[in-house]
T-cell receptor, first 114, second 112 residues
Framework: ETGVTQTPRHLVMGMTNKKSLKCEQH?????MYWYKQSAKKPLELMFV???????ENNSVPSRFSPECPNSSHLFLHLHTLQPEDSALYLC?????????????FGPGTRLTVT | GQNIDQPTEMTATEGAIVQINCTYQ??????LFWYQQHAGEAPTFLSY????GLEEKGRFSSFLSRSKGYSYLLLKELQMKDSASYLC?????????????FGTGTRLKVLA
């Protein structure tokens, strides 16, 4: 248990569906992140929020839409995804962005797009 | 561009010492992290280096040379539970915002 929870743990969706991934951290952190992890590829940073403000969008397609209503919750809204979007989506948090603050990762959501 | 290289796989024997290397190219280096990831689990933090030199934490140590764009993770007294992937990650601030760039990870197998 890292103090970061993600739901659902597994998700299968069709290309025309709309779904959302949820992340919650219980660590009192101020920064939250979304990553994509595909087989045999490096972890890819997608979005960064620092004190609820989005500070980084790493050229992510608009079919992925993040939302950070408060410092403890982070959502990733998904619509009209492609099969190549199938991957493990990891949420992470840290005290702040920068300095020596390490990231704490959630268990991930395994997404399959059919 | 930004790039991180680390070996894909390594094998070592229980009780031995193993060194996992990482080389990187970034324009705005702002710190280097090592994470451990067991199969099917989330990455967990191992170490952080921002200045040159060695950081020691129990059985694990991490070294950084910024001039060479090089780091290594040293694992001593290997145990079977150390079988995992080890991820090298660099934080870059060239564009004014923080980016975290990960390597593909080194899968370490510890044999009895």
């Amino acid at each position: 248990e890292t103090g970061v929870t993600q739901t659902p743990r597994h998700l299968v969706m069709g290309m025309t569906n709309k779904k959302s991934l949820k992340c919650e951290q219980h660590l009192g952190h101020n920064a939250m992140y979304w990553y994509k992890q595909s087989a045999k590829k490096p972890l890819e940073l997608m979005f960064v929020y620092n004190f609820k403000e989005q500070t980084e969008n790493n050229s992510v397609p608009s079919r992925f839409s993040p939302e950070c209503p408060n410092s403890s919750h982070l959502f990733l809204h998904l619509h009209t995804l492609q099969p190549e979007d199938s991957a493990l989506y990891l949420c992470a948090s840290s005290q702040e962005v920068g300095s020596s603050y390490e990231q704490y990762f959630g268990p991930g959501t395994r997404l399959t797009v059919t | 561009g930004q790039n991180i290289d680390q070996p894909t796989e390594m094998t070592a024997t229980e009780g031995a010492i193993v060194q996992i290397n990482c080389t990187y190219q970034t324009s705005g280096f702002n710190g280097l992290f090592w994470y451990q990831q067991h199969a099917g689990e989330a990455p967990t933090f191992l170490s952080y280096n921002v200045l040159d030199g060695l950081e020691e934490k129990g059985r694990f140590s991490s070294f950084l040379s910024r001039s060479k764009g090089y780091s290594y993770l040293l694992l001593k007294e290997l145990q079977m539970k150390d079988s995992a992937s080890y991820l090298c990650a660099v934080r870059d601030r060239a564009s004014g915002t923080y980016k975290y760039i990960f390597g593909t990870g080194t899968r370490l197998k510890v044999l009895a």
